[in-house]
């Protein structure tokens, strides 16, 4: 984090007292994992209920984040390592995206005074705030200087979804309309019409081999499609995915029932 003449600002004992930071708020269309056991900053629990593991799981949707003294070093780290592959606990992904692996983007070793803002899940469109508050009191917003006149925040591209409910009764049919808008500032506010959207019950697949729920509550779909760019097959399952042999991957799968993919 830098000022506009390039100075680093930091919460650092040590920091030059005009460059040092008493509080930062960043603000925004994002939510995020919200932590679970605060002694341990982990957004997973230990808990098992009912074939579910690490429940309950819960997301922070008050899309705000203040940073002071008492909680910098979550954020703030002295120098910068390889975060291609490291989730927000410490620990590895299972996949290395090979485009991050390729392009560097979230190599920051041998950088310093980093701050790093992980698993933060865009939600709308809007701009993400960010307001610096310096040790003597000092307000400085980010702003684009290449804009004329300078604009506040960042921008943030997405669509507006507006569903006609907020919830939805599971594992019985359930209609859900929605109303996609998309926001540019080249253009005005117009409906989208190509768009694709999909929903599911994020309840997980049963794992036969531990007879657990994997996925349950993550937000992601478990066992999506494959890309062919990704396997190196044409088919989109694996051969495994078929828990019943019969040729197919699907709800009628005895050893899988809670399958899930729209």
């Known amino acids: 984090m830098k000022d506009i003449d390039g100075n680093h600002l930091s919460f650092a004992e040590d920091t030059p007292i005009d460059y040092k930071l008493r509080r930062v708020v960043i603000s925004g269309p994002f939510a995020q994992p919200k932590v679970f056991d605060e002694q341990k900053n982990t957004v997973t ?105 300078p604009t506040d925040g960042i921008d943030v591209h997405a669509l507006e979804l507006t569903p006609d409910k907020e919830k939805v009764t599971a594992d019985v049919d359930n209609k859900l309309e929605v109303t996609i808008n998309e926001h540019e500032v080249m253009q005005s506010v117009q409906p989208t019409n190509d768009a694709f959207v999909y929903a599911w019950q994020d309840r997980g697949i049963l794992n036969p081999r531990t007879n657990l729920y994997d996925g349950a509550g993550d937000g992601w779909v478990t066992n999506p499609p494959h890309s062919s760019d990704f396997t190196d097959r044409a088919p989109q399952y694996f051969s495994e995915d078929d828990l019943n042999e019969d040729g197919k991957v699907s709800f009628g799968d005895r050893r899988n029932r809670n399958y899930r993919c729209l």
């Open 45 to 149: 629990s230990d808990y098992e209920y009912n074939g579910l593991r690490h429940v309950p799981i819960a997301y922070d949707w008050t899309g705000e984040v203040v940073i002071d003294s008492s909680n910098m070093e979550e954020f703030e780290h002295a120098w910068g390592q390889d975060w291609t592959n490291v989730d927000r606990d410490g620990g590895t992904y299972r996949y290395t995206n090979p485009l991050l692996v390729d392009n560097k983007q979230l190599n920051y070793t041998g950088l310093e005074n980093i701050f790093r803002f992980e698993e933060w899940i865009p939600i709308s469109y809007g701009k993400v705030n960010v307001t610096v508050t310096l040790w003597d009191g000092t307000i400085k917003i980010y702003q684009d200087c290449c804009a004329e006149p």
